[in-house]
């Protein structure tokens, strides 16, 4: 009987020191929880504004590749429309004869000059 009185008592000190450490690891547990469930809540709340700037950004995209295109396409009417007078701009730039056209501005600054002096001595 006394064998089985300090089996009993063993037992009740091996149970006590159990309960004891299963609050312990749910105490812990908890805190554990406590701790990160606000910061995951917190990362999740980053989460979602980032992808709320997300679809923004994508939508601002879309509107901006839309006008892009728009824009290529009044350009390439333009050209298309203007494309005879563009030609004929081009060639006649082209027909330019730079060399005289040089000269001429020689010639016409040595005209002016004498003028300019003369006009100079009146101020």
């Known amino acids: 009987m006394d064998q089985l009185l300090a089996d009993s008592k063993k037992r009740t000190i091996y149970a006590r020191i159990t309960a004891c450490m299963a609050v312990g690891i749910f105490l812990a547990a908890a805190a554990a929880f406590l701790a990160v469930v606000p910061k995951a809540l917190h990362i999740l709340e980053d989460a979602e504004q980032m992808l709320a700037s997300a679809e923004t950004a994508v939508t ?5 590749s839309e006008s892009i295109t728009a824009t290529s396409t009044n350009v390439n009417t333009f050209i298309t429309d203007n494309s005879q007078m563009l030609t004929d701009a081009v060639t006649n730039m082209n027909s330019i004869d730079y060399d005289k ?8 600054q040595t005209a002016v000059e004498p003028f300019a002096n003369f006009m100079s001595r009146f101020k």
Not at 60 to 64: E, F, L, P, R
Not at 101 to 108: K, M, R, Y
């Open 60 to 64: 601002q995209i879309s509107a901006m």
């Open 101 to 108: 056209l040089n000269q001429a501005i020689t010639d016409l």
